[in-house]
Structures are given as structure tokens and as C-alpha cells.
């Protein structure tokens, strides 16, 4: 079975004062919004995408509404480690800045399959490909906020659905266990290590005296293509989502808020929702299971 992902977004962002990059997604749904609204800003975008003609098109369209808008696009599919890292030494190679990443890339509730490398899918793009990445461009980050003297920044978008994970949080010993897996626990857990991601790295980041923040947050419910295994659902959103359902642009703000807004200036290790700061689940706050999950993701990703 051969599935195609096109709205993986994971999302770079380099400072010239203000510089981002897209990875892998932005070329739809809240991706390229974003994107648009960062390049709005001033800020020279660089998004990572699985589909190139796709985020080519983005960047066309956002140049055509905005003229100086400086966009860039790069393959990176975040489901094969093996992009991560073709990905992330051609982007380090241009000798450019990196202020801000933005790890926007995700899948939702797919049916049970494994990534090239041989984990779980949702697991595989929506936590360790943003772990592998974040790690190969941590060093450019760390010396662009020390040149810079610009405070660097790690978004990972989480969702709610955290709070729906396996009853053990990360399931380190069955993460490719096909005859319990469960397709809404698996995307949990997946959302939940977002959560413990950052808030590891904000740990990381305070004890290493690094002047970069790490935060994650939920979106919203938002109308995108991530439902597409589900068509049931898909059209149940279709009829009464308008009541309840956040547009594109309502879904990418509070990403955009935590990226940009001044309010933000040194707060680490926080959720957020709906441009405020929220309170996770239980295993979102576990410390413990924070560090026992960076361990085992490092291990991963050698």
C-alpha cells in the first residue's frame, strides 16, 4: 500500500532580523497560511515541503499578493529520516540564520503503517522527524541568538488530542505494536511527545543558558485535509463544522502569535491555546516522562 502525504508542515524560521522556515507541509492548510502571515511580516520564509510543485505554488501566490515577500521551498518529507537530514545539511550549508522553527508537520489518525525507517507513521513524522530535525539545526539556532542577540524560538504544534493518548502516555516498548494499535491513542500519543518535546527542550535550553524558547500548542479544530482516512468524519465536519470548526486563518494564529508576538519574549515550556497559555494533561507536565522520552528518541534517531 502505497499512501501519499501532502500537508505535512513542519515550519523553519531564520532571523535577518526575522527569518523563517517552513518545513514540510506548508504547502497547504495552516502551513501556507502561516507562511503567508510570516512573510506579511518581514520575515524571509523557507518552507519545507513533501511536495514541491505544491509549495511552489504557495510561494508564487504569496509573492503575487505580497511582492516583497521573500519565500523559499525545500524538499523535506519528515516520515524518512533520510530527508530529515538531506533536508537539514542543505539548509545548512547556505550559511544562512535561523531564528525560528516552526514544527508544523502532521498526520491524523491513519490507518496502522510503518515509516521507511520502520516506526509507527504517526509517530514517525508527527514526533520524530520534528525531534531529528530540531536537533540537526539546534547549533545554528543557538549561534544565530548569539550573534544576533535576537531571542531564537522552537514552535511545535501539538493538538488537544494529547489528551487521548495511550493510559501509559508513550508507549516506548509497543510503538510498533500492530495488534493493539488504535489510530486515535496512536495520534495522542504522537501529539503528546510534541508537548514533552518542547517542554524538554525548554529545559535543555535554561540549563545550557541558550537564549531560545520552546513552547507547543493546539491550533484549533480546524477543516483541513488531515481527516482524510476518515471520510465518516470528514463529512459529519462538512455539515456542522461551520458552528464549531476554526477556518485556515483563525487556525494559524495562534501559532503566528507565539512565533511573533512580543508577549511571548522569553516564556519556554508552555501550551498554548488560543493565544493564551493552557493547561495540558497530566502526562503533558510529567517531567520525568519528558526526559525518558528524549532519551529514547535520541537512541532512535542515531
Known amino acids: ?29 495552516i502551513g501556507s497560511e502561516t507562511a503567508r ?64 522553527l516552526i514544527n508544523n508537520a502532521g498526520v491524523m489518525m491513519t490507518p496502522f503503517m510503518l515509516s521507511q525507517d520502520n516506526f509507527e507513521m504517526q509517530f514517525a513524522t508527527n514526533h520524530i522527524g520534528h525531534f531529528l530535525l530540531t536537533n540537526l539545526l539546534l547549533e545554528n539556532m543557538k549561534s544565530t541568538a548569539e ?72 491550533p484549533g479544530a480546524i477543516a483541513t485535509n488531515l481527516l482524510r482516512y476518515h471520510s465518516f468524519l470528514h463529512g459529519i465536519l462538512g455539515l456542522v463544522g461551520k458552528y464549531f470548526i476554526k477556518n485556515i486563518p483563525q487556525g494559524a494564529a495562534t501559532t503566528c502569535y507565539v512565533a511573533l508576538h512580543p508577549q511571548v519574549k522569553g516564556v519556554s515550556g508552555k501550551y498554548f491555546l488560543d493565544s493564551n497559555i493552557a493547561k495540558p494533561s497530566a502526562h503533558g507536565t510529567d517531567t520525568e516522562l519528558a526526559k525518558k522520552l528524549w532519551d529514547f528518541s535520541m537512541n532512535l534517531t542515531q
Open 37 to 100: 502571515v510570516l512573510a506579511l511580516h518581514g520575515v524571509h520564509v523557507v518552507m519545507g515541503v513533501r511536495n514541491v510543485a505544491a509549495g511552489t505554488s504557495v510561494k508564487v501566490d504569496i509573492v503575487k499578493k505580497i511582492p516583497t515577500a521573500k519565500v523559499d521551498v525545500m524538499e523535506l518529507d519528515l516520515s524518512s529520516m533520510a530527508s530529515v537530514r538531506k533536508f537539514a545539511s542543505e539548509f545548512n550549508s547556505l550559511g544562512l540564520p535561523l531564528n525560528i
Open 1 to 29: 500500500m502505497t499512501t501519499k502525504f501532502n500537508c505535512f508542515i513542519v515550519m523553519l524560521n531564520v532571523c535577518l532580523p526575522n527569518f523563517v522556515v517552513n518545513a514540510e507541509g506548508a504547502s497547504s492548510g
Open 147 to 218: 550573534q544576533s542577540k535576537i531571542e531564537g524560538k522552537v514552535v511545535n504544534l501539538s493538538s488537544e488530542g494529547h489528551r487521548f493518548a495511550y493510559s501509559e502516555g508513550i508507549r516506548f516498548d509497543k510503538i510498533n505494536d500492530k495488534e493493539k494499535y488504535n489510530t486515535v491513542y496512536a495520534y495522542g500519543q504522537s501529539k503528546l511527545a510534541n508537548i514533552l518535546h518542547a517542554n524538554e527542550l525548554a529545559r535543555h535550553f535554561k540549563e545550557d543558558g541558550v537564549q531560545i524558547t520552546a513552547n507547543s500548542l493546539h
